[in-house]
Nanobody
Framework: QVQLVESGGGLVQTGGSLRLSCVAS????????MGWYRQAPGKQRELVGT???????DYAESLKDRATISRDSAKNTVYLQMSRLKPDDTALYYC??????????????WGQGTQVTVSS
């Protein structure tokens, strides 16, 4: 099992920026990705972006010019930096980990979420 704890959410003004952090309770093994999803009220959860342990990143097309995901594997931590925030970015942001297993399958883990509210 992996526990994920997010931090860094809060109230931000339109045009501002945020930096979220997520710490995993242990090292993530195998081929793995760490990243972020978000869910706005009344909407489905959607990808923000992920980064693999090989450093390959993947972003939602609509966010790739404003979001940057990085990780510090030594600290079991993944970060999300977003700029030029808009009210539409208001959502619960979830940390996500997919960890490969020796049998070739994978396990997924989610954090509890951290609220980001962008005021207009």
């Amino acid at each position: 099992q992996v526990q994920l704890v997010e931090s860094g959410g809060g109230l931000v003004q339109t045009g501002g920026s945020l930096r979220l952090s997520c710490v995993a309770s242990r090292r993530i093994y195998g081929y793995n990705v760490m990243g972020w999803y978000r869910q706005a009220p009344g909407k489905q959860r959607e990808l923000v972006g992920t980064i693999s342990n090989g450093g390959i990143s993947d972003y939602a097309e609509s966010l790739k010019d404003r979001a940057t995901i990085s990780r510090d594997s030594a600290k079991n931590t993944v970060y999300l930096q977003m700029s030029r925030l808009k009210p539409d970015d208001t959502a619960l942001y979830y940390c996500y980990v997919r960890e490969g297993t020796p049998l070739g399958s994978s396990n997924e883990y989610w954090g509890q979420g951290t609220q980001v509210t962008v005021s207009s």
